[in-house]
Structure formats: structure tokens, C-alpha cells
């Protein structure tokens, strides 16, 4: 309906997660009837990440250094390295400000189905770290899903041929939560998980 | 918390109407970790459209035409010409296919406060199309908002100084709602302007 530039710009929006077809319309009108010093800049900054964004080499996170800023800090606990499905991950465990150690990212987690095996979610970078014997335990914090669950298996059992620790984040009731909003599976997970107090 | 050129782009994508923190950093890993193509593409659209797209030299809305794919249609009805606020509302009016004449897109509306007086709504383009003689009625679609009607008071005015037809568009409760749901301002309206039949 627009003129075919525009209308090329509204199809491209859509490839952002969460954007239809009228979000998107509202989007490319803004930017170019309101703020096409925004547009410019997000074309640019969009065209460098693509060109420079790469996988930190030590724990697979995107970055566009060599290694990432964890990483790169040599004063976090070599001990403990946490393992987790993609880079948004990291930043929800790190705002949480409770973990010290490092990080490895798999950037998606084991399906067959998908064609995901361990080679796609770097087991091979993995084992060779588990096999240099600095990391003491091996925190597992995949998503509980089916797919979350079997990587959890899968690497545990790696972990555990290699004499090192393993331990799993704890699923249950969220602090704060109510009992009577929780779903079903949620509650029935943290009965049978009960712990002695 | 992510990389320099990550946060930057997250950063960026906050420059999108309705795109919050939050959003802006799942667009942005989303593009990085699995759609880089879609990236790279809107990238390129977006520094395309931001060159090329002007308003159209008729009707002010927005093409990278000289002349938009309305304004270049030689068989529309000439006599009729519909001011409305944005290129959006354009495509509003012509998706209902109850129109057949031309378009005006002011680009805003008069908003002295804003600084936005008649010649940043193209008035001087829009009265010397009044003066060519060849539009017979004016229908006026900007907004039913403070700054609309004014707007459409003030193009009314000077229509009618040319001897043009001017109408408004009809407002008032929305075909197929419910009375109870409409709010008392679109009520009160309904009730002061209603038609004998």
C-alpha cells in the first residue's frame, strides 16, 4: 500500500521478534517521518554488530572482543563455572549478584530433532575445559524443559567422568510467589523436591 | 552488561516506538544469535529508506518517488481532495475503498505551543492547490482531538475563502459497538449531533 521502499522497510522490520505487521508500520513511519537520525544510527550500529559480533572463545557468549568481560576478569573464581543456554541468561544470573565464577554458553541447548547435537552447543570447547581440572563444580542453570533437562543430563554425566562436582540450580515456588497462582507442574516439582528443615 | 557494541545496539533498538529495555535487548540477541541475514537486511533498507524516502511534491506524504503511487494515479476524481494528519491515515481511508479523489497529508497538525504553525503543515502548498480551481470539495479527516479541530477549522476557513465545498468527517459511535462501551465524551457528541432520519 505504501510506496515499495517503505513497504520493503515495514517486511524488514518483521524479522524483529514480536513485531507484526502493524507494529511495524507504526515503526517505519516514526522512524522516517520523526526520527531519521535514529534510523541512520540503527542501520549503522545494526551493520557493525553483524560484521563484528562474534562468540567469545573461552565461554560463547556474543561479544565483539576476543574474550568477554567476565571472561577477561581474572579476579572471578576459577572454581566454578555455571553453564547456561544463551547470553540473556548470564546477565539474569550476574544482575543477581550471587555468582562469582565463569560462565560457558551453549547457545541453545541439545535437540535432536533440530539437528542440535553436542558438537552445535560447543561440548567439544566444554570437555576441553573440564579436562584442564581448574573447575571444581560444575553449576548446571539449563532452562526445565524437556530439552533443558536432557543437556543437563548430558553434561553432568561429563562433568562427573571428569571427578568434577555437579549441581543444578533449584526449581520451585518463586520467592514471593503464592502457592495458589503457581502452576501444576511448579507445585508438584517442589513437593517432591521437598527439603528437611 | 553485555559487550560495548551489544548495549549500543540495544540502545539503538530503544529508538522504535514501544520498545522498552527489555524488548530491545531480546531484538537484539534474537538478530545476533539466530537471524543475522534479517539483521544485515535491515540494515541495508533502513539506510536506503532514510536516504530516498521524501514526501511526496503533491501531497506531503511520505515516497521515494517524486510523485506518490496516488498522486500519479491520472484516474482519480480531481474534484475531491481528503486532508488528513498522516501517510498512516492515507492508507486507512483507501483500505475502506469508499474514496476515490486525492490525498493531502499534513505531516502533524497546528500545535502553536509546539511550534507547529501552517507552514510546517504545508499550508502554502495546500492553498495554492485550493487556488487552482479544480478541487470542488474538501473533506477534512484530521483527528477529533483539540489540535485537529483546530486544524480543520482553520483549513475550513480558508477553503471556503476559495468558494470550496467543505465537510468533516462523521464521528460518533463506531459501527458495530456497543453503547455501553463508548466512552461519555464520543456519547455526548453522538447525542448533539444526531441526524433526523
Redesign the interface.
Known sequence: ??????D??IN??R????VGPK?A?????????R??E?????????????E??HRCQQCRT????AL??ICSNARRNRKELCIVE???DV?AI??SAVFSGYYFVL?GRLSPIDGIGPKEIGMDVLASRFAEGEIEEVIIATNPTIEGEATAHYISERAKAQGIKVSRIAHGIPIGGELEYVDGGTLAHAISRRQEI
Open positions: 500500500m505504501f510506496s515499495p521502499l517503505i520493503q522497510l524488514s522490520l524479522h524483529l521478534p514480536g507494529s508500520q507504526r515503526m517505519a513511519l516514526h522512524l522516517l517521518e526520527d531519521r535514529g534510523a541512520q544510527n540503527l542501520s549503522e550500529v545494526l551493520a557493525k554488530a553483524v563484528h559480533v556474543l561479544t565483539e572482543q568477554c568481560n544463551t547470553p540473556a546477565i550476574e544482575t547457545l
